[in-house]
């Protein structure tokens, strides 16, 4: 069974920057992908960004691509998602997601989520 909890959300000004975190515990995630979801206000839950934790490949949304990066850290057991020049557009609740299917499956291990809200 693994364990994910999300960190670091909050409020900020359109152009700013923040970082989130995702704990990992229990299970095999090192051997997984790491994913990180949003879902806006009102609307379906979305891919943002993805690692491996083995070869530390990652994939990115359009949407985010030169804006978002994502990272692990080993000694931690921690995936960051560092956020800049965020627009009023990723107002949403993060979530970070693994499991043996991958990330954001119906199978898929799911942390509680974190608030961020983007001010224009």
């Known amino acids: 069974q693994v364990q994910l909890v999300e960190s670091g959300g909050g409020l900020v000004q359109a152009g700013g920057s923040l970082r989130l975190s995702c704990a990992a515990s229990?299970?095999?995630?090192?051997?997984?992908?790491m994913g990180w979801f949003r879902q806006p206000p009102g609307k379906e839950r979305e891919f943002v960004a993805a690692?491996?934790?083995?070869?530390?490949?990652?994939n990115y949304a359009d949407s985010v691509k030169g804006r978002f990066t994502v990272a692990r850290d080993d000694t931690k057991n921690t995936v960051y998602l560092q956020m800049n020049s965020l627009q009023p557009e990723d107002t949403a609740v993060y979530y970070c997601?693994?499991?043996?299917?991958?990330?954001?499956?119906?199978?898929?291990?799911w942390g509680q989520g974190t608030q961020v809200t983007v001010s224009s």
């Open positions: 997601s693994t499991g043996p299917t991958g990330p954001g499956t119906s199978s898929s291990y």
């Open positions: 229990g299970g095999s995630f090192k051997l997984y992908v």
């Open positions: 690692i491996s934790w083995n070869s530390g490949n990652t």
